[in-house]
């Protein structure tokens, strides 16, 4: 049984090798995506940890979205995503601030999608807190509660963790993917949202393989 169970792993890491080589041989470091040195703590260590850093007033992670959710949505569970507003102004703060305060009132899901429409296709100037909290109340979130959990030290402190590790990663344009911690891919190097895609893949594949076989 044991020698069976060998054989098993040995071959889903064959597997994954093959699978890996197939999707895109051709993807390079320094062309498709850049090594971040050094490289960042990931939050779990036995899954392969993907970020995408955006801002809400961003027309390409606007548009990036249709693309990604599906991608997220049928993401396997070896895969942690999440999201990491970049903060390189005062707009961009007001922007995270909103974000993670929906975050913490349970309103991100049904929200996220929303906020991108009202300022993309609508044009809703979403500048200010005052206007913030009226368009989360829609989503039952009284304006007071809104603007005290906005301002609040777990807000506070997430949105400069943010700020922190945007840093960190080598980030100065949106929309952009970190995977594991180690791998930075740019619109610029993807030059196609699909083809974005494709990399995470890749590089995905190329992390799996390392935590099946430490």
Known sequence: MRQLLVW????????????????????????DYQLIKPAQPTDDPDRVEVVEIFWYGCPHCYQFEPTLAPWVTSAPKDINFYRLPAVFNDLWEIHARAYFTADVLDVLETSHTALFHAMHTERKRMNTVKKLSAFYQQYGIEPELFEKTYHSFVVNTR???????????????????????????TGEMAKSYGNMLKIIDFLVAKERLVKNNP
């Open 8 to 31: 098993v792993a040995f071959f889903t890491v064959l597997s994954s090798g093959i699978a890996l080589a197939e999707q895109s041989p051709d993807f390079k470091e320094g062309v």
């Open 159 to 185: 949105v400069a963790r943010a700020q922190e590790m945007v840093q960190r990663y080598g980030v100065t344009g949106v929309p952009a993917m970190v995977v594991e911690g180690k791998y930075l891919i």
